[in-house]
């Protein structure tokens, strides 16, 4: 196979430092008379190449994920990424975005929405679009032709799912019209939402984060970059309960933290948690052991400095031979400029600032090999009693409560359960009594979380009614979404009442499950109208 020619002089240039390598390495060792100041400028010419031997490894790794597979990907297994630009922004995420899928393997198409057409759509079993709105609502120059006439027209688009990235400006009366249009028009066609749109206002960081966090949902590396760091404010883990022992899936924890002197501590029902994670020390320890380096030495940091060691807890750790074996012969501060931040982590709130502290349900994770994951690793198991947790609050808008005078329906399974919750306190608060909880887990003697709170909220009349699913028992319906055809009847008078549905937990299975039963129930034309009308919500991971 041909190489790139982007990745030919990498790879060149990677072999001349080790061809470099070997000759030092072998004259020192032959015991070639020189002088020890030609001896010490060896040395210090061995370290540099590790270095640059290194940073051509790191290079190589980041120029084949932005290469990406080097073919267009076709066929209906290719996952389609389309953008509509008006200044390149668009574009700009949309190749991000493929150069993140195709990196971790999967087979991406790469398309201007303009120049693809949409019958070109029917090809894909799965697509992300990233488009913008520019004046009043209007579609990006390239694609009007496209908004003129493929969105005018019908085109069954029945087995494709769907994302949709709107960028736009909240100044504008129409904001982000053309993503929720072209959102709109794919799920009259046919097709299934994998996840609600995504609205991004003026480049908000947050928002971009998000959509990254269902890059990672969607296939890809889970240790993918963060395109913008979040800025961080202190929190202290005052708790941490097992809710699941003896249970026949992964551990799930009850997390609490309080805030920092001087945090501000303001959320809502429905808004998310995104925290920094660390490694576990005793990996940090490990390495600087194996490169012979002192973890106290202080090293710069971006507003100060810092330990080697408080800076590793904080980067990506290499854990195959080659990347550890590169590593060699760096300086400190080499190290802490090579190795990624890690990348951060969301997680729904359990909690209302009422509560006096924010509260998290967060399971267990797994790489294959077994190593625990960033995020549920650090709070699960690494972060002590005590310990600072990097955290930054992000306002969910489209996640937040309806008027307390409507009927609300919660569905949700697993840790879903958290936003769920934090849903029922504030109705509690707001003395909005007509809810109805919709909930499937596992087992009900290990798995039904914060059980008597729920028990205690329906006897005392919050919850009107509470329908359950569990998955490894007999006689209860085995997902939640298999509770709902028994009482189709109950929804529509729910919703004739004026009620609102809100889904949290599993984006697969679940989420997609809830959304075809209730299809089945309302008709799709029904439930897009709910949708429009902020009476079907969505926060799924």
Not at 322 to 337: D, K
Request: charged share 20%.
């Amino acid at each position: 196979m041909k190489e790139k020619p982007d990745l030919v002089p990498a790879r060149l240039a990677g072999g001349a430092v080790l061809v470099l390598l070997a000759a030092l390495a072998l004259a020192m060792r032959t015991g070639l008379p020189w002088s020890p100041d030609v001896r010490r400028a060896a040395a210090g010419l061995l370290v540099v190449a590790c270095y640059v031997a290194f940073c051509a490894w790191i290079g190589l790794r980041r120029r084949r994920a932005a290469a990406g597979t080097g073919a267009v990907a076709t066929g209906p297994d290719a996952l389609l990424v389309a953008y509509a630009s008006q200044t390149g922004f668009a574009e700009q995420i949309a190749r991000k975005s493929a150069q993140a899928l195709q990196a971790a393997g999967l087979p991406v198409r790469l398309a201007n929405l303009g120049e693809l057409g949409g019958t070109a759509l029917q090809q894909f079993r799965k697509a992300l679009f990233v488009v913008s709105t520019t004046g009043e609502g209007d579609a990006p120059d390239s694609v009007a032709r496209f908004a003129r006439g493929t969105l005018a027209r019908e085109l069954p688009l029945r087995g494709l799912s769907y994302g949709v990235l709107a960028l736009g400006d909240s100044s504008y009366r129409q904001y982000c019209a053309f993503g929720q249009a072209l959102a709109n028009w794919l799920h009259r066609q046919g097709a299934e939402p994998l996840f609600d749109p995504i609205l991004v206002d003026d480049g908000d960081e947050g928002a971009l984060r998000h959509w990254q966090h269902y890059l990672n949902v969607l296939g890809a590396s889970a240790e993918m970059e963060d395109w913008a760091r979040p800025s961080y404010q202190p929190w202290t883990l005052v708790e941490r309960r097992l809710l699941n022992e003896k249970s026949p899936g992964d551990p799930a924890y009850h997390l609490a933290l309080v805030p920092g002197a001087g945090v501000d501590a303001s959320w809502e029902a429905g808004d998310i948690a995104e925290v920094g994670p660390r490694n576990d020390l005793h990996a940090v320890d490990a390495m600087l052991a194996t490169l012979g380096l002192d973890g106290a030495q202080s090293v710069g940091e971006a507003g100060g400095s810092a330990s080697l060691r408080e800076v590793l807890a904080t980067r990506l750790l290499p854990h195959d031979k080659a990347g550890r074996a590169a590593l060699h012969g760096l300086t400190a501060e080499q190290l802490a400029a090579t190795l990624p931040v890690i990348p951060h982590r969301e997680y729904s709130i359990a909690s209302l600032p009422s509560d006096g502290r924010l509260e998290l349900l967060v399971r267990q994770m797994r790489y294959p090999e077994g190593r625990l994951g960033l995020g549920s690793g650090w709070l699960t198991r690494y972060a002590g009693i005590g310990a600072t947790v990097d955290l930054r609050l992000r306002r969910n808008g489209s996640f937040h409560a309806p008027p307390p005078g409507l009927p609300l329906i919660l569905i949700g399974n697993g840790t879903g359960m958290a936003g769920l919750r934090a849903h029922l306190k504030a109705r509690a608060l707001a003395g909005a009594r007509r809810n109805w909880l919709l909930f499937g887990e596992r087992t009900p003697e290990c798995d039904f979380f914060y059980r008597e709170e729920i028990e205690a909220w329906q006897a005392h009349g919050l919850l009107s009614r509470v329908d359950l699913a569990f998955s490894r028992a007999p006689g209860w319906p085995r997902y939640v979404q298999d509770c709902l055809p028994a009482v189709a009847a109950e929804v529509r008078a729910w919703l004739e009442e004026g009620a609102a549905i809100y889904v949290c937990g599993s984006l697969q299975g679940m989420a997609a499950g809830v959304a075809a039963e209730l299809e089945r129930i309302l008709g799709r034309d029904r439930l897009d109208e709910l949708a429009e009308q902020g009476r079907y919500r969505r926060d799924v991971y």
